[in-house]
Antibody
Framework: QVQLAQSGSELKKPGASVKVSCKAS????????INWVRQAPGQGLEWMGW????????TYAQGFAGRFVFSLDTSVSTTYLQISSLETEDTAVYYC???????????WGQGTLVTVSS | QSVLTQPPSVSAAPGQKVTISCSGS????????ISWYQQLPGTAPKLLIY???KRPSGIPDRFSGSKSGTSATLGITGLQTGDEADYYC???????????FGGGTKLTVL
């Protein structure tokens, strides 16, 4: 069965970096892109962008270029989200989601809570 | 402020019907397929409707979707307490070249 398993919660200080992983299983990893979605506490869903799992080419939504980097390791069917120079406003749950076609996400990871606090 | 506009909350009694609207523009709903997601408390979103009105396998036919012009609607009949959740519409916006979600609608089953 298709699964996206994300890494566990992180507590970081402002200015630090964090790397969240999303391991896919149960399907051909290269057949679907992986998208990332942010949900700040008590807020709605925010699309961050996606990565082509064949080419590794990332696309970032406005506001997520620069400190946010998508990458992948096809040998372990895993996609990564790295956030550098963390700010308290980055505190959120980050989800990875498999894309069947544009913004049609049929499988989601369980979410990773990143808390940024001094 | 979201590109897609949803009511913040809706409510209805068990067994009743409710509709949730999602209003957009020609660059999103008017020319692309919309999806709907259900997010139960403390869990990841789940695909409920895709291609405006299709249901993934396992989604009961109590859930339906429709689209007209630049607006879309999610309908839920035979409401159950287990339907209490946040519901989001999501779509590709061709002008922004970006995915967008509505602000979400909290459903309360009284």
């Amino acid at each position: 069965q298709v699964q996206l398993a994300q890494s566990g919660s992180e507590l970081k200080k402002p200015g630090a970096s964090v790397k969240v992983s999303c391991k896919a299983s149960g399907y051909n990893f290269g057949s679907h892109s992986i998208n990332w979605v942010r949900q700040a506490p008590g807020q709605g869903l925010e699309w961050m962008g996606w990565i082509n799992t064949n080419t590794g080419n990332p696309t970032y939504a406005q506001g997520f270029a620069g400190r946010f980097v998508f990458s992948l390791d096809t040998s372990v069917s895993t996609t990564y989200l790295q956030i550098s120079s963390l700010e308290t406003e980055d505190t959120a749950v980050y989800y990875c989601a498999r894309d069947r076609k544009s913004i049609e996400f049929d499988y989601w990871g369980q979410g990773t809570l990143v808390t940024v606090s001094s | 402020q979201s590109v897609l506009t949803q009511p913040p909350s809706v409510s209805a009694a068990p067994g009743q019907k409710v509709t949730i609207s999602c209003s957009g523009s020609s660059s999103n709903i008017g020319n692309n397929y919309i999806s709907w997601y259900q997010q139960l408390p403390g869990t990841a979103p789940k695909l409920l409707i895709y291609d405006n009105s299709k249901r993934p396998s396992g989604i009961p036919d109590r859930f339906s979707g429709s689209k007209s012009g630049t607006s879309a609607t999610l309908g839920i009949t035979g409401l159950q307490t287990g339907d209490e959740a946040d519901y989001y519409c999501g779509i590709w916006d061709s002008s922004l070249s970006a995915g967008v979600f509505g602000g979400g609608t909290k459903l309360t089953v009284l």
